[in-house]
């Protein structure tokens, strides 16, 4: 497994932005594509963004398609999402998750390696 680290969360009001980073200390995510989930309280881990390593293909949830960007630096093995327009429905624990290999997946039980997450809270 790869350890992953996310940060850039925080609490901000709605209309507002913010740019989450995940990173692999130590470690290379060649070949591996990722994602990006998130869980509200009380309800289940939930398909975000994916996006494939060798092409840069990008999948979204219908609900941030517009508003939510998610991209890569293979160079410094690094993920973000960019999220603009931030709703209080985007309120959640964001994780980001790598698989074995460069397959993009919407399920959470393709992915082997995740982060702890990082709190992100939306005010109306």
């Known amino acids: 497994q790869v350890h992953l680290v996310e940060s850039g969360g925080g609490a901000v009001q709605a209309g507002g932005s913010l740019r989450l980073s995940c990173s692999a200390p130590?470690?290379?995510?060649?070949?591996?594509?990722m994602g990006w989930f998130r869980q509200a309280p009380g309800k289940e881990r939930d398909f975000v963004a994916a996006?494939?390593?060798?092409?840069?293909?990008?999948y979204y949830e219908d609900s941030v398609k517009g508003r939510f960007t998610i991209s890569r630096d293979n160079a410094t093995n690094t993920l973000y999402l960019q999220m603009n327009d931030l709703k209080p429905e985007d309120t959640a624990v964001y994780y980001c998750?790598?698989?074995?290999?460069?397959?993009?997946?919407?399920?959470?039980?393709?992915?082997?390696?995740w982060g702890l997450g990082t709190q992100v809270t939306v005010s109306s």
């Open positions: 130590g470690r290379t995510l060649t070949l591996q594509s």
């Open positions: 996006i494939s390593w060798a092409v840069g293909s990008t």
């Open positions: 998750a790598s698989r074995t290999n460069d397959y993009v997946s919407r399920r959470t039980i393709d992915y082997t390696s």
